[in-house]
């Protein structure tokens, strides 16, 4: 159990460490833009990393069937027999 705590928090560590250094790089563009009137990206990297974690997890939807029972399975037998 101590093992997966001290996992826990390293995970957590290094994940502060990214977000900490990707908003240092971003403000570094932002400044670096402003001055040679560029653009930057609106978002940070953590809203991007959350909308992901909150993307994958969420199941795919299922696509709905629109085969009648009879032609599912015809379908299988035929896949059977090739």
């Keep these: 159990m101590g093992y997966l ?3 826990v928090h ?3 560590r290094e994940e502060q460490y990214r977000a900490y250094i990707a908003t240092c790089a971003q403000l570094i563009a932002e400044s670096t833009a402003k001055f ?3 653009k930057t990206l609106k978002q940070s990297y953590m809203d991007i990393i959350q909308r992901q974690s909150k993307q994958a997890a969420r199941p795919p939807k299922a696509k ?3 085969r009648s029972p009879e032609q ?4 299988i ?3 059977l027999h090739k």
Excluded: N, T
């Design 5 to 7: 705590v001290s996992k």
């Design 10 to 12: 390293l995970l957590a």
């Design 36 to 38: 040679a009137g560029g």
């Design 64 to 66: 709905k069937e629109e």
């Design 72 to 75: 599912i399975a015809a379908d």
């Design 77 to 79: 037998l035929d896949a």
